[in-house]
């Protein structure tokens, strides 16, 4: 199908802009009309959505992020590229599309997070510089060609600017450039900017139906410890102090985050929390155990949405920047998140589970002078998608062995009779944090199968449609039966299909395994 297509003529090869934050829910962004898009609009991010496509059923391989990123360069699954789960080192001998596109006369670039414990050195970027590990929302540390440099001022921020400077010195050159703009933001522990910590003190977001959620019929749900009013630490994670006119934090997992902070920055970080941490500390020993919950919840929104407001900022430099440059109509700008994130649904906050919130993830891309603005596209994509994309546009051969689709067809309004019905998902990193056990299986557009193995051996099924919240799991009711039997021959075909390796090889592993051959 795609592999066949005619390729872009390569005087007219367009220059990337790949832009993907951290965590980064589809409820957090207008573009998708979410029941808050109109408290905590995403003007700018939404820009790319008009001028281009929106994807509404676009999702991640592993919902965690370092294999997302993996599968994102290689446009393979984990078993295939090698990382499975945070603690792996990519391998940066194997193609990717950067180094790819590299090798065909593009300039290029990685700016900000990276996380796959490997400098983008080893994937031969042509300028890199990378936070360490997660980084810091302040005065973070960069990891560069020439050693680890500490900077001044806010993470976001600072990756705007050292991106918008390289497409600036871009200008002198005829080359088409791929620039990888990976924000840090909307990442735990959720810090915004100055100028935004205060921006929704007084906004009261919709509390989730399933807020309270009691995880009967799904035992991997109950196993997690990801729970905003119970796992969240209140100091390091909901900004929480120690009590009336107090400013230090009440516990702290990581001290030396808020240690960061230059007096100056100490001082405008105190004085936009101590108003709303007073009141909550005079009054909190009169409030119920649900109204400290509910008051949790509106904390965390109120801060990760904020460090989101930075965010859009950042992409509407992009965006000025290239239109005021006359570089927009040539240029492919893709909103990415490195996959979705709780907001409170299930009362959580992170992410792995295969359930709706954290395997779809939002994916927004525009290209004037080949998509047409406001498309929107329903097929089941998936972030192994992007490679074979990227390389489809700059007039490249699609790699026989990538397992992802060109998404080009798509994106030119095509609804190719043979595009894929069925999606594979693969969480592995387990045990580990947030408890969240592995799990394995696969959606259609309609129905959901998985399997959560390892110390439980758990099936749950989901009819989205009826159910789209994902309370109810099915997997023992009679009229399902048919569609459960289909979707368990559906995820051995799967399994053939993308060369899973065999099930004994991977069912009791434990973490620490080295990264499989390539
Ligand atoms: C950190 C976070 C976790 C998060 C992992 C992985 N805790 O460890 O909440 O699940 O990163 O996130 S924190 O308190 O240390 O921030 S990922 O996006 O990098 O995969
Ligand atoms: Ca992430």
């Known amino acids: 199908m795609t592999k066949e297509r005619q390729a872009e003529p390569s005087a007219t090869r367009p220059n990337i802009i790949y832009i993907m934050s951290d965590d980064h829910a589809i409820r957090a962004l207008s573009a998708y009309n979410s029941d808050i ?26 919902s965690l992020c370092g294999p997302s990123r993996a599968a994102m360069l ?46 983008p050195e080893g994937i031969d970027f042509d300028h890199w510089e990378v936070l360490n590990d997660q980084g810091e929302y302040y005065n973070p540390d960069f990891i560069t060609a020439q050693g680890v440099k500490r900077e001044h001022g806010y993470t976001t921020e600072l990756i705007t600017q050292k991106s918008l400077r390289w497409l600036e010195e871009q200008q002198q050159s005829d080359q088409p450039f791929a620039l990888l703009l990976h924000h840090k933001a909307p990442h735990r522990n959720w ?25 009967e019929g799904r035992a991997a749900a109950a196993m997690q410890t990801m729970t905003i009013y119970r796992d969240a630490q209140e100091g390091h994670d ?85 239109e005021a440059n006359g570089l927009a109509d040539n240029t492919i700008v893709v909103y990415t998140s ?29 290209y004037p002078n080949r ?20 390389l489809e546009y700059a007039g490249l051969d699609v790699p026989a062995d990538i397992q992802g689709e060109s998404m080009v067809p798509l ?54 449609e009826e159910d789209p919240t994902e309370m109810n799991n099915a997997i023992n009711v009679p009229r399902y039966q048919q569609e459960i039997a289909r979707l368990k021959a559906e995820i051995s075909k799967l399994e053939a299909k993308y060369d899973v390796p065999p099930r004994e090889e991977w069912v009791n592993l434990p973490l620490e395994y080295e990264p499989a051959p390539t």
């Open 37 to 62: 898009a109109h408290l905590a609009p995403t003007p700018n991010i939404d820009r790319i959505a008009q001028n281009g496509a929106r994807f509404d059923q676009s999702f991640v391989t592993n």
């Open 74 to 119: 290689t446009g393979k699954f984990g078993h295939k590229n090698g990382f499975n789960h945070n603690g792996q080192l990519f391998d940066g001998y194997q193609p990717t599309w950067p180094r790819l596109l590299k090798a065909h006369g593009y300039t290029t670039a990685c700016i900000g997070k990276w996380h796959i414990n490997l400098t």
């Open 191 to 215: 810090m915004p900017a100055p100028q935004h910590m205060r921006a929704f003190e007084n906004t009261i977001f919709p509390v989730p139906d399933n807020y309270f959620d009691t995880y």
């Open 238 to 322: 909901l900004k929480m102090t120690k009590g009336v006119g107090e400013t230090e934090w009440r516990e702290d997992i990581w001290p030396f985050l808020l240690a960061r902070l230059t007096p100056e920055q100490r001082q405008a970080w105190d004085e936009a929390y101590q108003e709303r941490n007073d009141w909550f500390n005079a009054y909190e020993a009169n409030m119920t155990a649900e109204e400290i919950a509910i008051w949790k919840y509106q904390r965390y929104l109120q801060d990760y949405l904020a460090t989101i407001k930075s965010v859009d900022e950042s992409v509407g430099e992009v965006l000025d920047y290239l």
């Open 338 to 366: 490195d996959q979705g994130f709780y907001m409170g649904e299930h009362g959580w906050f992170d992410k792995r589970f295969m359930y709706e919130e954290s395997f779809r993830a939002p994916l927004l891309i525009q």
């Open 371 to 390: 998509i047409k603005p406001g498309t929107v596209v329903d097929h089941l994509v998936q972030n192994i998608d992007y490679a074979p994309t990227f």
């Open 411 to 464: 994106l030119d309004g095509e609804s190719p009779a043979d595009w894929r019905q069925s999606l594979y998902y693969h969480f592995y990193e387990y045990p580990a944090m947030h408890d969240v056990t592995r799990h394995y299986g696969t959606r259609d557009s309609r129905y959901k199968l998985m399997h959560f193995y390892y110390d439980i051996d758990e099936w749950e099924f989901y009819d989205i």
